[in-house]
C-alpha cells in the first residue's frame, strides 16, 4: 500500500505542478525513479525532523502541495511541535505519509513502532488521518488528500498488502464493509485487518459470523455511518495494531457513552506497555493477542450466540 | 532618510512602552532590542508592493511581537485599533503571533526555532515558483540554541538560498542568562561560515550598517546578519537588564521611559 500511494502522488505530479514531495531521508525503492525523472519536485531534507516539518509548512506557504515521507515517529513524534505549530495551526496543505504503521517493523525495537500515532495524532485538531487496509484504500486516501486543504496524515504499513476492496467506487471518508454478518462486529484499521479476515475464518465452525468494518478514515470517524453498520449488533469488538489507551477502540468508547448504543464493547490491541519482545510480525501480534488466531480465541470467550 | 529613520525607531520604541503598559504584558526588553533592525527592514528594506507580491518578514523570536505590531502599525499595515487590542481580553493580537489575525505577521511562531526553518522553506518555494521575493527573518541568540536553527542551516546553504536573509538579534541576554555564559556561544560568526553562511557582523542599531548588510552579495549563499544589540535599547534603566525580559511597564515606567526617549 506503501507504493501505491506514493505512486498516486507521483503520477499526480505530472499533470499538477504544485505537488511536492520531500523525505526525511527515507525511501530507497521508493522514489528512486522519480527521484532522477522529476528532481525538482523532490528534495530529500536529511535526518533533520525539526527542519524537515517547519520547511514544508514554509513551502506550503508558498503554494505548494507538499508531501512529507517518513518513518511513523520521525514523521511524527520527533517533530510533534512543528506538526502542531507550524502544519495544524497554521492549517497547511501538508500531508504527512507514515510508514511502518504498529509493530509492522518487527523486531527492529521500540523507536521504530508507531503504536500512539492515533493518540498523538487525537490531539492535533484540524488534521484528518487515515489508516488504510489495502491498496485500494490507499490509493483513495492519497486521492483525498490530494484535493484536501487540510492537514493529513496518513499511517501505512509497508508493502505487499493484497487487495480487500473489489473496486474503487466509495467514499473514503466513511467506514467500509467489508464482510456482512450477524450479531458480531469486528471494527477495525489499517494492515491488521487481514488478520481479522482470517479470524472470520476460523469462527465459521463455530457457527460464528462476524460482521467486518474498515475504517479508513480514522480521524474524524464518521459515528454516524458507524453506528448505522452496527445497528442490531449484540457485540463489537474492535481490533487494532495500536496502544489500547488511545486507538479506535479508547475513540468508540467514548462515543459509546454518549450514545448508549445497546451492544456491549470489546477492545483488543496493543497493551499499554513499552515493548522489549523480539519477534517478527507474526510472533509480536501473537504476543499481543492480536493475530487471527488470538482474535478468534478471544471472540469465542466473549461471545454467546 | 538617515534621520527620519531614527525618529522612527523612536516612535516605535514609545508605542512598544505605552503597548506594554496598558496590557500588562512581559518582553519589553526583548521588543526594544530589535525596533532598529525591524525600522530599515519595514521602511528600506522589504519590497512591500505590490502586497500579493511582497517580501516576507519572519520574527522568529515572536516574544517582541510587540516590537512587530508596533513597527506594522508605524507603517499602516495595521491600524492603530487592532494595536490597541494587543494583550486585551477579546482582544485583535496576542502575545505570540497568530498569522490569522491581522495583515503583516507572516506567520504563527512563538516556540523559539520554528520561523527560522519556515522562512528557509519558503525561500525555496519562491525559488522554485521563479518569483523575485525575498525572505527575511529575526532570531535570537538565545533562539540560535535550538537544534533546528543548525539543521535549517545545513540545508539552507546547500539549497543556495541567497533570498534568503537571517539576523540573529544578539544582546546576549536570553531568558535567564547570557548567551555567552550559557553555552559555548562564540565564535558564531564562524559557526555560521562553517555551514555555508554569508556572516556578516554589525552594530545592529546602526540602520546604516543595518541597510548595507541587508544589500550585500553573498554570492549564492544565504545570509546571517549577526547584529549586535542592547536588550531595553533605549530606555536606560532597562538596557542590558536581564529582569526587562519579564518586567511589566507600570505607570511610573512608561512616563519616566517615554521622558527619555522624548529627550534623546
Given at each position: ?219 474524524p470517524i464518521n459515528t454516524e455511518k458507524l453506528f448505522s453498520l452496527l445497528k442490531n449488533m449484540k457485540y463489537v469488538i474492535t481490533v487494532e495494531e495500536h496502544f489500547l489507551n488511545s486507538g479506535i477502540g479508547s475513540m468508540l468508547s ?52 | ?132 521575493r525575498r525572505v527575511y527573518a529575526l532570531i535570537g541568540d538565545g533562539e540560535s540554541q535550538e537544534g533546528s536553527i543548525w539543521e535549517g542551516a545545513f540545508f539552507g546553504s546547500k539549497l543556495r538560498l541567497d533570498n534568503f536573509t537571517a ?98
Amino acid at each position: 500500500m506503501r507504493n501505491t500511494f506514493i505512486n498516486t502522488i507521483i503520477d499526480t505530479c505530472k499533470t499538477r505542478e504544485d505537488v511536492f514531495i520531500i523525505s526525511g531521508d527515507a525511501g530507497l525503492g521508493v522514489f528512486d525513479e522519480f527521484k532522477e525523472k522529476q528532481a525538482e519536485r523532490f528534495l530529500n531534507l536529511g535526518v533533520a525532523e525539526q527542519n524537515m516539518i517547519s520547511f514544508s509548512a514554509g513551502l506550503a506557504m508558498t503554494g505548494f502541495k507538499v508531501y512529507v515521507y517518513n518513518i511513523i515517529p520521525f514523521v511524527l513524534y520527533r517533530c510533534y511541535e512543528q506538526v502542531r505549530n507550524d502544519i495544524c495551526y497554521q492549517e497547511l496543505p501538508v500531508t504527512l505519509v507514515g510508514i511502518g504503521s504498529g509493530i509492522t517493523y518487527s523486531p527492529q525495537g521500540m523507536t521504530h513502532y508507531s503504536v500512539e500515532d492515533l493518540g498523538i495524532a487525537q490531539t492535533l485538531p484540524n488534521m484528518k488521518v487515515f489508516s488504510p487496509i489495502d491498496p485500494i484504500e490507499a490509493k483513495l486516501a492519497a486521492k483525498y488528500s490530494l484535493n484536501c486543504e487540510s492537514p493529513v496524515y496518513v499511517r501505512l504499513a509497508k508493502r505487499g498488502e493484497p487487495n480487500i476492496h473489489k473496486n474503487e467506487n466509495f467514499d473514503i471518508t466513511e467506514p467500509q464493509l467489508i464482510e456482512d454478518g450477524e450479531d458480531v462486529a469486528i471494527v477495525f484499521h489499517g494492515s491488521i485487518g487481514l488478520e481479522v479476515l482470517k479470524a472470520r475464518e476460523m469462527l465459521k465452525k463455530d457457527r460464528i459470523l462476524p460482521k467486518l468494518i474498515s475504517i479508513p478514515m480514522v480521524i474524524p470517524i464518521n459515528t454516524e455511518k458507524l453506528f448505522s453498520l452496527l445497528k442490531n449488533m449484540k457485540y463489537v469488538i474492535t481490533v487494532e495494531e495500536h496502544f489500547l489507551n488511545s486507538g479506535i477502540g479508547s475513540m468508540l468508547s467514548r462515543e459509546y457513552v454518549k450514545i448508549n448504543p445497546g451492544w456491549k464493547l470489546f477492545t483488543l490491541g496493543i497493551r499499554d506497555e513499552f515493548i522489549h519482545a523480539i519477534k517478527d510480525l507474526n510472533g509480536m501480534r501473537e504476543y499481543f493477542g492480536i493475530s487471527a488466531a488470538k482474535i478468534a480465541e478471544y471472540i469465542r470467550k466473549k461471545v454467546t450466540v | 532618510m538617515k534621520l527620519k529613520n531614527v525618529q522612527i525607531s523612536k516612535e516605535i520604541r514609545k508605542t512598544i512602552i505605552e503597548l506594554a503598559n496598558q496590557s500588562k504584558s512581559p518582553h519589553v526588553g526583548s521588543s526594544l532590542s530589535c525596533v532598529d533592525i525591524l525600522t530599515v527592514l519595514y521602511f528600506d528594506v522589504l519590497n512591500l508592493h505590490p502586497w500579493e507580491k511582497r517580501d516576507i518578514f519572519i520574527l522568529s523570536k515572536a516574544h517582541a511581537a510587540m516590537s512587530l505590531y508596533s513597527t506594522l502599525a508605524t507603517r499602516g499595515i495595521i491600524d492603530r485599533k487592532t494595536l490597541a487590542g494587543y494583550y486585551q481580553n477579546e482582544g485583535t493580537l496576542p502575545a505570540h503571533l497568530d498569522r490569522f489575525t491581522a495583515n503583516g505577521v507572516e506567520v504563527s511562531a512563538g516556540s523559539l526555532g520554528h520561523g527560522f526553518n519556515m522562512g528557509i522553506g519558503m525561500a525555496f518555494g519562491f525559488k522554485k515558483k521563479k518569483e523575485e521575493r525575498r525572505v527575511y527573518a529575526l532570531i535570537g541568540d538565545g533562539e540560535s540554541q535550538e537544534g533546528s536553527i543548525w539543521e535549517g542551516a545545513f540545508f539552507g546553504s546547500k539549497l543556495r538560498l541567497d533570498n534568503f536573509t537571517a539576523i540573529m538579534d544578539y544582546n546576549n541576554l536570553q531568558g535567564y542568562g547570557r548567551a555567552r555564559e550559557i553555552c559555548t556561544f562564540e565564535p558564531v560568526k564562524a559557526k555560521w561560515q562553517a555551514f555555508g553562511w554569508h556572516a556578516v557582523e554589525i552594530d545592529g542599531h546602526d540602520h546604516n550598517a543595518i541597510k548595507g548588510a541587508c544589500a550585500e552579495d553573498t554570492q549564492g549563499k544565504p545570509k546571517i546578519i549577526i547584529a549586535h544589540t542592547t536588550k531595553g535599547k533605549g530606555v536606560s534603566f532597562m538596557q542590558d537588564q536581564l529582569i526587562w525580559h519579564y518586567y511589566i511597564v507600570t505607570d511610573e515606567h512608561k512616563n519616566k521611559a517615554l521622558c527619555e526617549l522624548d529627550s534623546e
